[in-house]
């Protein structure tokens, strides 16, 4: 049975990047769903084999076409952009950083190409990526550029649960300031898009409370009233199945017990907080508006563990199942 090609971007060398890819796979269970294929550095992958004493080999590649997808290898496109031997782990390091875009860049690359089908990207640094003079800060920014989109959406999934965030990363204040309804309408069309892009069918969006109570009718503050209704309101009128403003202390239940097919959060930590509580280690960001379906794990390089063999890969493996999963469905709805 053939299965779709998921790209690993290996991450900053110097972090837990190498050791959670070579741990997701040695199990089973990713080849049974999924063709991944590695992009980084083949030294420094024998090296993360070492530290987590897991015994695969390593099939050093240079084209996807040369790749075994054979469960027990590791299948690697190896740039020669870091010297495993002298890289000192769990440190900020300007190569690490150089060589981290690099692969990012090359797994756009062969996605653009159509020789994958998504990205599963693990760690990288920021401190990294401006000692080596990367001009991004992170994942999304360097997509966004590599890809020429606009402004691509974020979405958690953890369980069964997807959120959406109506603005990142900016101060409450700020983030108050951008909860207008023309933002609002615009978002519940991109996020229903999103949905559709993943192919889940009913997709029935809450928008979450800002207010206590969702505002108490002007009781407790006016935005559910003046900004966050009216947008709904629009959304709906364009032919989304949105509602709310939904009390954020419920919300999130709700969708996670499958009520919603997703909730529009309305800040960076009103929906973090809530996916993390939920399984941490389980919580997948997928990035949509992308020419191509790219999953992430959700957390850093952990410089601290880094070289210790500790790291846990569950939240790898999940970035790569779900990859394996909405990429099915994706291209089936591009292709229309």
């Known amino acids: 049975m053939s299965h779709k090609i998921i790209a690993i971007p290996m991450g900053d060398p110097a972090g837990i990047g190498p050791e959670i890819t070579v741990k997701a796979l040695a199990k089973q269970e990713i080849y049974d769903v999924s063709s991944p294929i590695v992009i980084g550095n083949a030294g420094v992958l024998k090296k993360a084999l070492k530290i987590t004493n897991t015994d695969l080999a390593i099939n050093e590649i240079t084209d996807v076409e040369d790749a075994k997808f054979e469960y027990g290898t590791i299948d690697v496109i190896s740039l020669n952009n870091i010297n495993a031997d002298t890289l000192k782990l769990g440190e900020v390091n300007a190569d690490c950083g150089k060589a981290a875009f690099e692969y990012i860049k090359l797994s756009v690359e062969l996605a653009l190409e159509g020789k994958v089908s998504a990205l599963a990207t693990t760690p990288i640094n920021k401190e990294s990526l401006k000692a080596g003079k990367v001009?991004?800060?992170?994942?999304?920014?360097?997509?966004?550029?590599?890809?020429?989109?606009?402004?691509?959406?974020?979405?958690?999934?953890v369980r069964d649960m997807r959120i959406f965030f109506l603005t990142r990363h900016v101060s409450l204040k700020d983030a108050i300031g951008q909860m207008t309804k023309e933002r609002v309408h615009d978002y519940l069309i991109r996020c229903d898009e999103s949905l559709q892009r993943l192919g889940v069918k009913d997709r029935v969006i809450a928008v979450a409370g800002l207010n206590p109570h969702a505002g108490e009718s002007g009781l407790f503050g006016r935005e559910e009233m003046d900004e966050l209704t009216p947008g709904i309101k629009a959304a709906v009128k364009a032919g989304i199945n949105a509602?709310?403003?939904?009390?954020?202390?419920?919300?999130?239940?709700?969708?996670?017990?499958?009520?919603?097919?997703?909730?529009?959060?309305?800040?960076?930590?009103?929906?973090?907080?809530?996916?993390?509580?939920?399984?941490?280690?389980?919580?997948?960001?997928?990035?949509?508006?992308?020419?191509?379906?790219?999953?992430?794990?959700?957390?850093?390089?952990?410089?601290?563990?880094?070289?210790?063999?500790?790291?846990?890969?569950?939240?790898?493996?999940?970035?790569?199942?779900?990859?394996a999963k909405y990429s099915e469905s994706f291209y089936l709805v591009e292709s229309k």
């Open 135 to 157: 001009p991004y800060i992170g994942h999304t920014e360097m997509l966004e550029e590599l890809t020429n989109s606009k402004d691509p959406l974020t979405m958690f999934e």
């Open 243 to 323: 509602v709310g403003p939904v009390p954020a202390d419920s919300v999130f239940h709700h969708a996670l017990n499958g009520k919603y097919a997703a909730v529009l959060s309305l800040y960076h930590d009103q929906g973090h907080i809530a996916a993390k509580m939920t399984d941490f280690e389980r919580t997948i960001s997928i990035t949509n508006g992308l020419p191509f379906l790219r999953t992430s794990v959700d957390h850093g390089t952990a410089f601290d563990i880094a070289g210790i063999g500790i790291a846990s890969s569950v939240s790898m493996e999940e970035c790569i199942k779900l990859a």
